[in-house]
Every structure is written in C-alpha cells, then in structure tokens.
C-alpha cells in the first residue's frame, strides 16, 4: 500500500446523504478548515446517477428548515413544489384523514424536489467549499481500522487515511459490513416507481392511498406532473413497469381514482424491492453510519431521506464542537453520544413505517374496520394527529 493522503474525515457516499453531511461539516467557524474526502463509486451524470435521477423526494418541514439554515435551499427553491395539504384515506372505506399547513403554522408541510436538480445544486456548493476533495468514480476496495486511523484502499491504487470513516453509502453499505450485525425484515413487496402527468394542476396536494396491494403515494410536481410510489406484489410490479403506457395509466386510474385528475401520460418506471435494513449498533472502532447505510426503511409516508437527514443535522455539530476543542474526531465517547442521540428517532420512525406498512398493506378484512377508526380517530382529534405530524414532519426530533 502507498503512502496515504490523510483527512480528518472520510465520508464513504456523495450522494444527498454525504453531500449534505459535507457541506454541513465545511461550516467550520475556525480559521482551519475540516479535511475531509467525499469518496462516490458512479459518475456524476445527474439525472442518471443512481442517487441524483429522475426520481423525486418529499423534504419534511423539518428537512427544509435545516437546508434553508444551511444556506442550501435558495439555489434549490426554483425546482421545488410545496406540499400544503396531504390527504390520506383507504379505498373503498369510510376511513380518511388530512393534513394542512396551516394546522402547524407552516407556510408549507415540505418540499417535493426531483433528485436531479437537488444533487447538481449540492455539489455545485461542494465544489467552491474548501477542505472538501472528491474522489470521484472511485470504489473502496479495502478498510484497515487501525488504532489511531482507518486506512482506505481505492479501486484505483489510492490510499487514503482519516480519523473517522462515516458510511453514507446506501442500504448495501460497504462500511456497514465492516460494522455487521445488519438486522432486516422483507416486506414481500415491491415498489413501483414512476412520474406521471394528469390534466389537473396538483396545486399543493399530496396523497396517501392504501389500496389492498399497499398504499399508494402521490406528491406534486411541476408541469402538472405527479411522484407515484406504488406498494404492489412482485409479479404485478414487474408487470406494470413494463406494461404499456395506456395499460399502466388505467390500472393506476382505477387503484387511485380521479382525486388528482385524469392520468395522461407516465415517464420512465422503476421498481425494487421493499425490505427494511438497519443497524442496531451505528458504529464501530472509527467508523459510523448515517442515513440509508444506518437504517433503510419502507417508503410509506416518505420518511427515508428525511431521517438521513436528521442523523446529518445531529453528527454535524457534534463533530465540529469536537474539532473546535482539538479533540480525536474518531473518539469512542463521541461515536456513543451520537448513537445516544439518534437511537430514540430512528426506532420510533422505523416502528411508525413497518407499522403502517403492516396494517395498510393487509387485506386481511379484520384489519379493515380498526385501520379506518384509526383514521378517523385522527381526523376528529386534533391532539392524536399531532403525533403522527411531528414524526413525520421532522420538526420535534433529532
């Protein structure tokens, strides 16, 4: 192995995760900046990367805030669409609940924003920021943890040193694997994912629809366009996604029905498999994990991302007050105080979205009538809906 460059901080993953993380971590308000190396496997080809393509995210109220205190949101605003009311209800039940801004005093519940737009502004801001060196297609080939540094091998003959390795790199995390233990639970579903145009302006409306396949989530976009996420079983997923266009916008129409409009036209489809992985344990000798890495979760009320998210707006302090201090960036006590931190947060969101995925995905008809009172518990009681808002819109918790 050749002499290793050394960084303070090595951050496994460039996409929103480790982009954000990045650029949160190069606000030191010292004089010396933070050392750190942003290592991503794919191109950078937005719009193709598997991390910045066409697909779109729903930023919690809680998300925007802190990209906005971040400085990051103005440069991302033009591409976003507000989210003011969300509709939830089941199909072909009595059971529906809603959400709007101003029950919480929000100019908006979140921002729905295509990865694409996102990603190029983030590291277009990762670019002019100082300490940050991109590495940039490049894959780990091999970790060493040592006692006072972790040592990386890249698939391209470089090596590289840090204080501190943090995974930011997806659900089949390279430096989960070092950690292990990953816990997972397969839904035995897929999600079917694809943009679609309607002859209706979504005009800040968002759905969740729970269909006896699995709920079915609509957010809004531009250009009369809408963010399906589809719950399906396998078979039927595939067969959707490459099913033609006229075949696909009727199954839609009748799962879903004309709330959002007629259903014209739909661009490319995805679909994956739905399985919840995370780690109980979020670190090890040096090393840590943030995001879809530490914990990936069903789709079902659009909490992904937003979660990654909030593991970012805690490390990074945390992090910075250590480097003001002199202190060793990979020390054991911080890496504890950050799973003390977290822990409470990602258990409760993981509860929140296997639990709604199990009971809203059953067909099972003695799940029917308590799902339905339990929405319309939410509905006529103020106080029992705020629970579920301040989970999901990320503005309580950290």
Request: aromatic share 8%.
């Amino acid at each position: 192995m050749s002499q290793p460059q050394h960084f303070d901080i090595i951050i496994v993953g460039a996409g929103m995760t480790g982009a954000s993380l990045a650029l949160a971590l190069s606000q030191t308000p010292s004089a010396k900046p933070l050392k750190i190396a942003l290592i991503e496997a794919a191109e950078l080809n937005f719009g193709q990367h598997p991390g910045f393509d066409g697909r779109a995210i729903a930023l919690s109220a809680g998300s925007l805030r802190w990209f906005q205190q971040q400085g990051l949101w103005s440069n991302m605003a033009p591409y976003g669409c507000a989210i003011e009311h969300i509709h939830v209800s089941d199909r072909g039940h009595c059971g529906w609940t809603s959400m709007q801004a101003d029950e919480y005093h929000l100019d908006a519940l979140g921002q729905v924003i295509e990865l694409e737009h996102a990603g190029r502004e983030l590291h277009q801001q990762l670019a002019q920021r100082q300490g940050i060196s991109l590495f940039c297609p490049a894959r780990v080939k091999h970790i060493e943890q040592q006692q006072q540094q972790v040592l990386l091998e890249l698939d391209d003959q470089q090596c590289l040193s840090g204080s501190l390795l943090i995974g930011a790199d997806g659900a089949d995390s390279l430096v989960g694997q070092k950690i292990g233990n990953q816990q997972q639970h397969d839904f035995a579903k897929y999600a079917l994912i694809a943009n679609v145009q309607a002859d209706q302006d979504p005009a800040g409306r968002a759905f969740e629809r729970f269909t006896e396949q699995g709920p079915l989530a609509l957010l809004p976009m531009s250009e009369q366009r809408w963010s399906v996420v589809w719950s399906l079983e396998a078979e039927q997923a595939k067969r959707l996604q490459s099913a033609d266009e006229q075949v696909f916008l009727s199954e839609l129409q009748q799962a879903f029905g004309y709330r959002a409009g007629r259903f014209i036209a739909v661009g490319k489809r995805a679909a994956y498999p739905l399985v919840l992985r995370y780690y109980p344990r979020l670190f090890a000798h040096r090393m840590l994990l943030i995001g879809n890495a530490a914990h990936s979760l069903h789709p079902i009320a659009g909490q992904g991302f937003n979660l990654a998210l909030r593991d970012v707006a805690a490390l990074a302090p945390l992090l910075l007050q250590q480097w003001q201090q002199g202190l060793d960036l990979g020390a054991h006590s911080l890496l504890d105080a950050y799973q003390q931190l977290r822990q409470d947060d990602i258990q409760r969101t993981i509860a929140m979205t296997a639990g709604l995925a199990s009971v809203f995905a059953s067909s099972d008809k003695s799940s029917v009538i308590p799902r339905n009172l339990g929405l319309m518990a939410m509905q006529l009681c103020p106080s029992f809906k705020l629970l579920l808002a301040k989970q999901s819109l990320g503005l309580f918790s950290r």
